[in-house]
């Protein structure tokens, strides 16, 4: 196995806002905290030092509640009881209840997670840092998570669904399971992952449970915790902020002038409304906006005055959902949490968050980009030594990669560039020539010198077009090599599922993972196996 890290900003499949915020650019300063380096964790800890012992004994409870019916590990157990302590804090990642994990990168996600927690105790050992994963259990975007990729064709739950998902009955994974099993064969590997998938969704009546199995399963043994915040117990100590919420719509507030602030130079990625709630009950998660003086719940007959819906909040805390702005609100109120690790579209929405963050006096947490990782066979690796392509070209458009490559083998030189400068010259003469007689004669020559550009343009282009048939072999191999890849064009972390690579990999795949994954290198990295 060999490891290789080039930066984010090379591969060209991260944002101007991303690539700027690792680079430390002045045009992001103000929308993040501290930046995620070990002096800024060192910074991060006082901030949160003096998190409150009732959160954390209300957090500690309501996660006892939740593993009741599971078998965490023993680091996992200690870890929770950890949480009582001052001096234990969180690093935390999120993600919705993809079926089966969804795209690979759920597991860098994670592997960050835990990798981090590790890093900095042995740089900070009189504190305690325990994983986490927040199960997203209250998202309704269903279209987002009933499916996963395998070998580039859809896996589907095929169900009718409302409200939040984690509530979701399993009903109809059997079918799922029965497709799925089609498709994986019957090695080992492939024994291993249908009784993972069985035990996970067959064997619970949630979503929520099933992927917390799931989850526990994968990275148990590793420490992490995980949480769901549709709890009664975690929603009470958010109550105070619902409250706010509700009756001053600070969060619409402060998050509209950060996002008109950021879009100077960057686009955003949510826009706030003037409630960031939903309510959530039995099979609804509807919005919750306030109209002609009463709190109406959108597309029901529910509707609360100001003193029923404060009511409600004392008395049903859990029914209240916060939407994407809410949300790390939400994590930030209950945990005692330093870091938030996720997805370049992740981080974006964060960066509109700080300001509210700062109205609310709630620390904001240190922002990481998860780990993003190419997995490439050695096999693969070879290929690209035979075609003579570098690890960092491969990421390059396919357009490109192609020209650039026929340009590179090609025994005669497609680059008219020497002739374009010739012409230039030329034209600059005859400019100098058409002032100093007759100016109109001037457009003519601009005229004839794009024209002229112009025609050496499609000239090269077609010499190119013909060295491409001629290297029809090269071209064809690199481009089917790039696919294989970069399915669809895109990062295969962003398409492919876990299972893909555990057939080949089995029980070395994750181990590979936390050995080759460093959370704060802030490149992206390349895992040769």
């Known amino acids: 196995m060999k490891v290789h890290h080039i930066p984010f900003a090379e591969t060209g499949y991260f944002s101007n806002l991303i690539c700027n915020y690792l680079a430390k650019d002045d045009k992001i300063k103000d929308f993040y905290g501290n930046f995620p380096n070990l002096e800024g ?33 023993d680091i996992t157990k200690k870890n929770i009881d950890f949480l009582k302590d001052e001096n234990t804090f969180t ?20 592997v960050s997670t835990i990798n981090l927690t590790k890093q900095l105790k042995a740089e900070f050992p009189n504190f305690n840092f325990v994983p986490v994963y927040w199960m ?9 998570i009933n499916y996963f990729n395998f070998n580039g064709q859809k896996v ?7 409200g939040g998902v984690g509530r979701l009955k399993t009903d109809g994974f059997d079918k799922v399971l029965e497709s799925f099993s089609k498709q994986l064969g019957n090695s080992n590997n492939a024994i291993f992952i249908k009784e993972l998938f069985q035990k996970a969704y067959i064997k619970h009546d949630n979503l929520a449970d099933a992927t917390r199995y799931l989850v526990n399963e994968l990275f148990g043994a590793n420490g992490l915790v995980i949480i769901d915040g549709d709890d009664k117990i975690l929603k009470k100590q958010f109550s105070p902020i619902v409250k706010d919420e509700l ?6 507030k402060e998050v509209l002038k950060t996002s008109e602030k950021l879009s100077t130079n960057y686009n955003t990625q949510v826009n706030p409304r003037e409630i960031n709630l939903f309510y959530l009950k039995e099979n609804i998660r509807e919005r919750i906006v306030f109209e002609n003086n009463s709190y109406k719940i ?19 805390p859990e029914r209240f959902s916060p939407n994407v702005i809410m949300r790390p609100v939400y994590q930030e109120t209950i945990l005692p949490n330093l870091c938030y690790i996720g997805g370049g579209g992740e981080l974006a929405y964060w960066f509109q968050l700080k300001a509210y963050f700062s109205k609310i006096e709630t620390p904001f947490p240190i922002l990481l980009l998860r780990n993003s990782v190419l997995l490439i066979p050695n096999k693969k690796v070879l290929k690209l030594e035979k075609l003579n392509v570098s690890l960092v070209k491969i990421f390059s458009k396919q357009k490109d990669l192609i020209d650039n490559k026929v340009k590179e083998i090609s025994d005669i030189k497609i680059d008219f560039s020497e002739q374009k400068l010739f012409l230039k010259q030329q034209f600059e003469s005859l400019k100098r020539l058409a002032v100093q007689t007759d100016s109109s004669f001037l457009g003519a020559v601009l005229a004839q010198e794009k024209k002229q550009l112009n025609g050496l343009d499609n000239l090269e282009k077609r010499l190119l077009k013909a060295q491409k048939k001629k290297y029809k072999d090269e071209v064809e191999r690199l481009i089917l090599l790039q696919n294989e890849l970069f399915p669809n064009q895109s990062l295969e972390e962003r398409t492919k599922n876990f299972s893909e690579i555990y057939l080949d990999l089995g029980k070395d795949l994750i181990p590979m993972l936390f050995n080759s994954l460093d959370p704060l290198k802030l490149e992206f990295t390349i895992i040769e196996y």
């Open 41 to 73: 964790f060192k910074n991060q800890l006082n901030l949160k030092k003096n998190f409150s012992k009732e959160v954390r004994d209300s957090l500690v409870e309501a996660l006892e509640n939740q593993y009741k019916n599971f078998n965490p590990s």
């Open 156 to 162: 589907v739950w095929d169900r009718v669904s409302s």
């Open 247 to 252: 009756i001053n719509n600070s969060s619409y």
């Open 298 to 316: 959108n597309n029901t007959k529910l509707s609360f005055t100001k003193d029923q819906v404060l009511k409600e909040l004392t008395l049903y």
């Open 91 to 110: 690093i935390t990642t999120g993600h919705q209840l993809n079926i089966f994990t969804g795209p690979l990168y759920f597991l860098y996600k994670i």
């Open 136 to 144: 997203a259990t209250e998202d309704h975007d269903f279209e987002e």
